[in-house]
């Protein structure tokens, strides 16, 4: 049995392959299309610590969140942190793990972190290289063992670190700007 919407949906199949008529809203920005989001150029990895790096993919200035691959070299103890929003997590390559939980974060895993919760994100000994795509709301607030704040990232940061980068590299100040929406 079929409902309504269902059959409105089978009976214009023959339409389905002619583009949408009419224009798309003024206000909506233009997509953000990157056709290799692990770049050829290493140049476009904006260094964020010693053998850590970040190439962003999209920086929403007006929504206050940013989507970027991070990539560590390296084995130790990144950063402990909190959030007040949610940040979502795709494991690309390599594995990772909160010293204050019992998973790891592997190849090919997700992972949802929850507003308030505050971890200290580790990479093991074994482990030459990981790259995890991170969806950040809000700001990441850098913290001691004890929660006192130690400083903290936002878009505007991170724009800022592309920027500079990006200009340091060859690439332009401007670079950073088909991120930003």
């Not at 409902?3 to 409105?8: F, L, S």
């Not at 583009?19 to 990157?34: A, D, L, N």
């Not at 610590?49 to 560590?72: M, T």
């Not at 700001?139 to 980068?165: N, S």
């Amino acid at each position: 049995m079929t409902t309504h919407t269902q059959r409105k949906v089978l009976e214009s199949a023959d339409d389905a392959r002619i583009p949408y008529r009419h224009p798309q809203p003024k206000e909506s920005p233009p997509e953000i299309v990157v056709a290799s989001v692990i770049p050829q150029d290493d140049r476009v990895w904006v260094p964020q610590a010693e053998n850590v790096w970040f190439r962003p993919l999209c920086l929403s200035a007006s929504r206050g969140y940013w989507v970027n691959l991070l990539k560590v070299r390296k084995s130790g103890v990144l950063s402990r942190h909190r959030h007040p929003q949610p940040v979502h997590g795709y494991v690309i390559k390599g594995a990772w793990r909160y010293l204050e939980h019992d998973w790891e974060a592997v190849e090919g895993g997700y992972v949802y972190e929850a507003p308030g919760e505050t971890h200290t994100l580790v990479v093991d000994p074994h482990i030459e290289e990981m790259i995890t795509l991170f969806q950040v709301n809000g700001c990441m607030i850098y913290v001691d063992p004890d929660g006192k704040q130690l400083g903290y990232e936002d878009v505007f940061t991170k724009i800022d670190l592309c920027r500079a980068h990006y200009e340091r590299v060859g690439l332009g100040i401007d670079y950073v700007d088909q991120f930003i929406r």
